[in-house]
């Protein structure tokens, strides 16, 4: 399994995605490496600077091609860029780093007191179950647009661990952000407590499967609508695709709001890890909790491996040598 770089390491980010910061130093290093050598081709670097090309230091992407241009050696990439420097340790040392943090966790606490604040009947009257959906779907979009250009906005461990299958997002970082998902989860939980009135607040939004349901059915049922979810959150975020229209925030957001009328009658549909866990810690109920992780993990990875290895466009990278050329797909 290779790494793939997206047009993403240019720093201009789209909704859910994360800079990769090890692809440009790896790239940088490459590209100090290559300069020094005495076979460094000068008209190919000239031609670099051509309006033709976007200057990636030791890869160019090339913008009418759509591809990526490498003048470091086979070696050093497949070593370097594409199975290497995956920890991405010196980011922590980074001011933007804590800022996508902060980002997660606020996101998180949202996102988790406004879903299992919906269905508190505070005005003593019921709460029709698509109030629920379509308020998950709208704060989704809404967190997307506020925090995405900071973090990602992944707000959900799913999501990340998709992102980690794809390999568009480093380890550390990664379990970073599945950390203080949680924190948020449950702080954004204990803020509900302390909101609403004591008596309706119930189980304080806890997912639970219904009744009839079997476990087997709420695991598939979870795997499904959490798949639905990370495979859209996949499409909007790829850049060979040029026939997207319209907001990417609201795309995911559609995507929760279908999880939700489909798979609200029998798990509640969660599609979030974080959003279940607050909850359960603040009220300490883990009967049937694991069937919230499992369920939405196993969708997360599976539509990852589907969107990305198999059904995918991949831009080659291709690596121009002194006597040959190669092409990575």
């Known amino acids: 399994m290779s790494f793939h770089p997206s047009p993403s390491i240019d720093c201009h980010t789209t909704p859910m995605e994360v800079v990769l910061p090890f692809i440009q130093q790896t790239m940088n290093s490459s590209d100090h490496i290559t300069k020094n050598d005495t076979k460094y081709n000068a008209n190919e670097n000239d031609r670099s600077r051509s309006s033709s090309y976007t200057d990636k230091t030791c890869c160019h992407y090339h913008n009418l091609s759509g591809q990526y241009i490498c003048r470091c050696s086979p070696r050093n990439c497949n070593k370097s860029i594409f199975t290497g420097d995956l920890l991405c340790i010196s980011q922590i040392g980074t001011l933007a780093f804590y800022q996508a943090l902060l980002s997660e966790f606020i996101g998180t606490m949202l996102l988790t007191l406004i879903c299992t604040s919906t269905g508190l009947p505070i005005t ?25 250009h900071i973090s990602g906005a992944h707000v959900n461990p799913a999501v990340t661990v998709s992102f980690l299958v794809a390999c568009e997002i480093d380890i550390i970082r990664g379990l970073c952000y599945i950390g203080m998902q949680l924190l948020g989860a449950i702080s954004g939980s204990c803020l509900l407590k302390f909101l609403a009135p004591s008596n309706v607040q119930g189980n304080l939004g806890l997912n639970t499967i219904t009744p009839g349901i079997t476990v087997s059915q709420a695991i598939l ?15 909007i975020c790829d850049k060979t695709r040029e026939d997207i229209g319209g907001s990417k925030a609201l795309a995911v957001g559609l995507a929760i709001i279908v999880g939700c009328l489909f798979g609200g009658p029998y798990t509640g549909a969660s599609m979030n890890p974080a959003r279940s866990f607050g909850p359960a810690t603040v009220t300490n109920s883990w009967e049937h909790h694991w069937v919230y992780w499992f369920g939405p993990l196993t969708g997360s990875i599976v539509a990852a491996i589907v969107y990305t290895y198999i059904l995918k466009q991949q831009v080659p990278i291709i690596v121009r040598t002194e006597s040959r050329l190669h092409t990575y797909e």
Do not use: N
């Open 124 to 148: 003593s009257k019921p709460v029709p179950d698509l109030h629920g959906a379509f308020v998950a779907g709208f704060t989704i979009a809404t967190i997307v647009v506020g925090f995405g």
């Open 221 to 235: 049922v979870e795997c499904i609508i959490t798949f639905i979810l990370c495979y859209t959150v996949h499409a």
